[in-house]
Each structure stands twice: as C-alpha cells, then as structure tokens.
C-alpha cells in the first residue's frame, strides 16, 4: 500500500514532471494532487517533448493509471488540449480518471484574476492570470462548480446561474467590466464536457482501492513548498498547498499511507513572478543560470529569476514536508562556473535569521551569508553513474543534503529519462 509523494521544496519548476516520469516505471498509479493549469510539467522522452500543466506526468508510461485528484482545479480547455495532443501523439489516453470533487476554473476566474492583479498595481503577485487564485477562493468561499455538476445537466444550470449572477455583480460594480453572458457559458461548458464526463468518478475510492491491492502509487504536486498559501512567501504564494499534507489531502490519501517524500530541488533557485528572493543574482551570473538552465516559464514564457541555492527556504521546506529523500537537479547547469555558491543563512540588521519570516518587510535588506565551494568545470550531461560525478560536484551536493537534512538519491544531468543518476 505505500504511497510516494514528489514535490517541490522551492518555488516551482523543480523538475516535477521528470521525477515523477522517471519513477511511474515501478509504479501502477499517479496522482495529481494540486494546482491546476498554472503549472507546467515537463517530460522528455524518446518521442519528444511533453508539456503537461494538469494530467499526471505519469500518463508518458504505459500501463501506468492516471487521476487528477479532488484537490486540482481544472481548466476544461486546457485538459481538452491535452488529451487531444496526448491522442496524436499516441499516448493511451483511457487510462486517465478525474475526480467529481475537482473544482472547475471557469472563464469568470480567469478574468477576475487578471482584473485583480491589474489593480494591485505595483504590488502584483505576477500570477499565471490561469484563475487559479479565483476558482481557489471559490472553492473555499463555497461557490464552486465541480466536476460532479458537470454530471446532471438540471443541477449545472441552476448553479451556474447563481454564480454567474454573483460574478456579474462583481464585474459590473467593482470593476466596470464586461458581464458574464450565461447561455454562452453554459454552452461553451457543455460542448467541452462532453468527451471528459466519462472520465469523472470518485477517485478516492480508485485510489484506496489501489492501496488495498497493495499497488504502488506516486503522488505528483504541482509548484513548490515556498509557494504553499500557508508556508509560502504570502502573499507571492499560489492558491493551494504544493506540500506534503496537501498532497495527502489532495489526492485522497491518509498520511501513515506514505512511505516517501521525494523532494525534488534544483542545484540553484528559481521563481517567477513577484516575491522575495533572497538569492536572486540580477548580474551575467543569474543570466548565464538561466540561459543554460533555459529558465523560461512552461506555462507563461516568462524569464525566470535565478539565484544560487538558497539553503534557508530548503531546510524549511525539508523539514515542514517531512522529505525523506533528495532529487538534485539541473546539476550539470552549473557545469562551467569556477565556485558555486549556497546561501545558509540570512543577514538582517546584524543577526542572522534561519527561516523565512511571515512578514515579509521584516526580510527587507537581509543578505545571503554564502558557503563558497570550488566548481568542477566539466561536462556532467554524458555521466550515468552518481560517482562518476566530479568530486567537487559531490561535494557540492553533501553540502545541500546537509542543508536540506535529507539524503540526495537522484541527481539530474540534463532533461532526458537517461541523465537522471540513481544513487
Ligand atoms: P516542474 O514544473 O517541476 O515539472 O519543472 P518544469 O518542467 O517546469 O521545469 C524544469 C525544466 O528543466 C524542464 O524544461 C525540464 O526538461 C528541465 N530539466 C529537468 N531536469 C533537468 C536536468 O537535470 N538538467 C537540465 N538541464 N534540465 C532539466
Ligand atoms: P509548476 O507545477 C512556478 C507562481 C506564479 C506566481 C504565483 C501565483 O510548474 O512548478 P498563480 O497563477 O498560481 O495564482 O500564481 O505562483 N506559480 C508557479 N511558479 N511553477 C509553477 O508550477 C507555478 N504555479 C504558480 O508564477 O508567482
Ligand atoms: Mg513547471
């Protein structure tokens, strides 16, 4: 019955998808458990390149179930896109089950969060504008369309009257914006609905069901533990909680059902959007990171920030999640530096500060204290065996387990299935 969770311990675009795709091998179920069509998964394999924002990583394996948990918000455009490209490109899409408690984002969330962050002005979160903080809020607030809605045709109408009433209030007093016409929406939801309802069922039941028959199964979380909305960087956080409980939650799972935590860490720090990065390298250092890391937004395009490792927002994300192990990745992006840098505590005001505060003016001028190490200047992308790594490659990941205060078992070479080294 054991069930392994992979998440992120930073701020998103750790490598995920790839985890989860190398490690759906010995498993016979993946679980997406948050998020929704803000993130962006992805998976190099020998028939290309897969971007996946809300079906399971693991879908790229044969035989390999996929559910998107309660816990997701689903966008039906995009999970119809994808099913369809999935389909062209060969993939058996059968073996995908959603959850009749997954929340819908709806086109209303979409415009609310880009009408929300217009007004922040100056303060934007920089979100993905995908409605995911909307539809989130909704469902929190109790106004949420489900998956199950989509089921009886009498029940979506009604509801979806309401809700588009509320919104329209919304739109027309708050922010003068064009209102929500129902019958178009209603349509447009219907027309989409009609190949993905035979795919919505009560996946936890799915999901016990698999436990009990002793199968494995992989949890996938979408963004990273310094995004989660309680843990995070609030407000620069996402809508839901990327973190192992979460996980848990998520994808119908009870906690003393997970035997692993698998955090999956990059060999330096990214973010995008708005926040604070304590890291950050706003010089040809952070530009070289994110030309050889190709660090563009899956979802957006947008440039990510880079930053060295920062060993403060990962040893709180290592230990808040409980992570047992280690996945390292992008190693080989640091390949052609002279010394690397960790950050392993904050400066401020003449004391040194070990995790990240809740208020964030309090982080206002803190400084990186650095542990500098020796770079090893040489290709890693060819290596497939963890000690083949140059010793100072090996030295610098001691340094980060220690940081992390779990073991490193993975360690990421490049993007393809083989450059990912088991330890
Ligand atoms: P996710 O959101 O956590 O699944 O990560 P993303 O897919 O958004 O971003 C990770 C990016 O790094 C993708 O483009 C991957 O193909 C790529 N990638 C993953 N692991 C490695 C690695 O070890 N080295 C290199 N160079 N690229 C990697
Ligand atoms: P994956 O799963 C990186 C960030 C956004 C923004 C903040 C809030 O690919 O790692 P939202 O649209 O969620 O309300 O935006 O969260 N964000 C991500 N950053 N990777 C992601 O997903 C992200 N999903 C959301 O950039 O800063
Ligand atoms: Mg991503």
């Known amino acids: 019955m054991p069930a392994t969770i992979i998440m992120g311990g930073q701020w998103g675009d750790e490598g995920k998808g790839k985890l989860t795709d190398a490690l759906a091998g ?66 058996d899409i059968s073996r995908l089950r959603i959850s009749d408690r997954a929340h819908l984002v709806l086109p209303y969330h979409a415009q609310l969060d880009r009408l929300e962050e217009q007004r922040r002005e100056g303060e934007e979160i920089g979100t993905t504008l995908r409605g995911n903080g909307p539809a989130y809020a909704d469902k929190v607030a109790r106004h949420g369309i489900r998956m199950c809605d989509l089921l009886d045709d009498a029940i979506l109408r009604r509801k979806l009257a309401i809700e588009v009433d509320s919104k329209n209030a919304i739109f027309a007093n708050v922010f003068h914006a064009p209102e929500v016409d129902f019958m178009e929406l209603y349509n447009e939801l219907n027309e989409l609905a009609e190949g993905i309802r035979p795919l919505i069922t009560p996946t936890e039941v799915v999901v016990q069901d698999a436990l009990a028959d002793g199968a494995n199964i992989l949890i996938e979380c979408a963004q990273g533990a310094m995004l989660d909305i309680d843990y995070g960087t609030y407000p620069y956080v996402t809508s839901s909680s990327p973190t192992a409980a979460g996980a848990c939650q998520g994808a119908g799972v009870a906690p003393p059902q997970v035997t692993r935590v698998l955090g999956v860490y990059k060999a330096y720090s990214t973010r995008v959007g708005a926040g604070p990065m304590v890291t950050e390298l706003n010089d040809e250092t952070g530009e070289l990171i994110r030309q050889r890391g190709n660090e563009y937004g899956t979802t957006t395009g947008r440039p990510r920030r880079t930053g060295w490792f920062d060993g403060v927002a990962a040893r709180q994300s290592g230990r808040l999640n409980g992570v047992t192990e280690v996945a390292l990745t992008l190693v080989d992006v640091l390949d052609t530096f002279e010394n690397v840098n960790v950050c392993t505590g904050y400066h401020l005001s003449g004391a040194e ?37 140059p010793e100072n490659a090996q030295a610098y990941i001691g340094v980060i387990e220690e940081q992390i205060g779990a073991p490193v078992k993975y360690v990421g070479v490049g993007p393809a299935r083989e450059q990912l080294l088991s330890r």
Not at 68 to 84: K, M, N, S
Not at 371 to 386: C, I, K, M, V, Y
């Open 353 to 389: 500060l070990h995790h990240v505060p809740a208020q964030l003016d309090n982080l206002v001028g803190a400084t990186p204290e650095w542990a500098t190490l020796p770079g090893w200047n040489q290709d890693t992308t060819e290596l497939r065996s963890f000690n083949d790594l």
């Open 26 to 91: 010995s498993a016979s179920m993946v679980v997406r458990a948050n998020g929704g069509s803000n993130a962006g998964h992805t998976v190099k394999t020998d028939k290309g390149v897969f971007k996946l924002h809300l079906i399971p990583s693991g879908i790229l394996n044969d035989d390999v179930d996929c559910v998107i948990g309660a816990g997701v918000v689903v966008d039906l455009p995009t999970l119809a896109e994808e099913l369809r490209d999935l389909a062209n490109r060969g993939i």
